[in-house]
């Protein structure tokens, strides 16, 4: 095992480190920002059922449905097709509307996952066309999906999802490109800026692992709080309540993610000196919505930690910590934002003695209802 974890002391800080590559592999032979392609034989050999498509449905668990919610966003934005995020849980049992020109789109990093196994099953017996975006090759959804894509991310052991999540999110945005491209929903010129930025996106998330010394000694801060809020808006909404999830599994610290505005109708009233507020702020992506948000939790004492742009001064000036990455087109935000993220709950966890890849009552997949 020591052997297998490289050095690292835990598979969850290894998988973390490896996101880089895991990116890079993921995009490799599919991406060719030269040419100003995206090659995906799963997507282009199907290409007429998600043009003809009048929605898609993500369904998913834990982690990979947060990669869902992001996902929605982005070809949302970029292709112009409607999209629907369901719990597969929830799906399931709720006797939900399946036309069959719906696309259902199942992502699984294990591709074991029960509940979301059934919502396939279902939407299949309605005539909906599966696509499975999938880590494991071979697994049992990769094999009953009509087509898919697998993630390329290499095997995952720690229980807390890292690099699934983000190269999760790297093959649905090329399927949202290449989705966008074909329905012309998006300029030649606009697809290229997006297949150079993505290329760019694992020497970024180098940047921002560089962080690490400096979320180590945040995390020592805030490891004897009980409660921490995230917040993000838009595209890293759904990286608030990743976060969250992150420092609910490893170090069992109650967190919630929640839309930095959606704050005043309720968490607000948790704020007080005692409670850590982690907030994205990212240059791209409501910015001084997201520093007044930030105003309002100083007012109340709150402790922020901002998650930043590069070279950021704003967020600075209120924040008790900020934890900078590099910039990127809104859209790609989430690959860099949840870099942090990551980092701040591994750390808190190790300070407080957990059992970070084998969190208490969590078992890898989910094979049981
Ligand atoms: C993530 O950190 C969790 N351990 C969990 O939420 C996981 O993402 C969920 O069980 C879904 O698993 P899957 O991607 O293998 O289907």
Known sequence: EEIEKGGYDHFMLKEI??????????????????????????????????????????????????????????????????????????????????????????????GETADTMAAIKLAKENGAFVFGVCNVVGSSISREAHAGAYTHAGPEIGVASTKAFTTQITVLTLIALQLAKKKGAISRSKFHEYLVELDSIPNKVKKALESNDLIEQIAHVYKDAKNCLYLGRGFNFPVALEGALKLKEISYIHAEGYPAAEMKHGPIALIDEQMPVVVIATRKGHYEKVVSNIQEIKSREGKIIGIVTEGDVDVRDLADHVIEVPDTLECLTPLLTTIPLQLLSYHIAIALDRNVDQPRNLAKSVTVE
């Not at 043009?51 to 996902?71: D, F, M």
């Open 17 to 110: 480190y490896e996101q880089p590559q895991a990116i890079k592999d993921t995009f490799r032979g599919r991406m060719l920002p030269d040419q100003g392609i995206i090659k995906m034989a799963g997507i282009d050999e199907h290409m007429n059922k998600f043009l003809n498509a009048k929605r898609i449905i993500i369904v998913a668990c834990g982690t990979s449905w947060h990669a869902g919610l992001v996902a929605e966003y982005i070809i949302e934005e970029l292709a112009r097709v409607p999209v629907e995020v369901e719990y597969a849980s929830e799906f399931r049992y709720r006797n939900p509307i399946i036309d069959k020109d719906d696309i259902l789109i199942a992502i699984s990093q294990s």
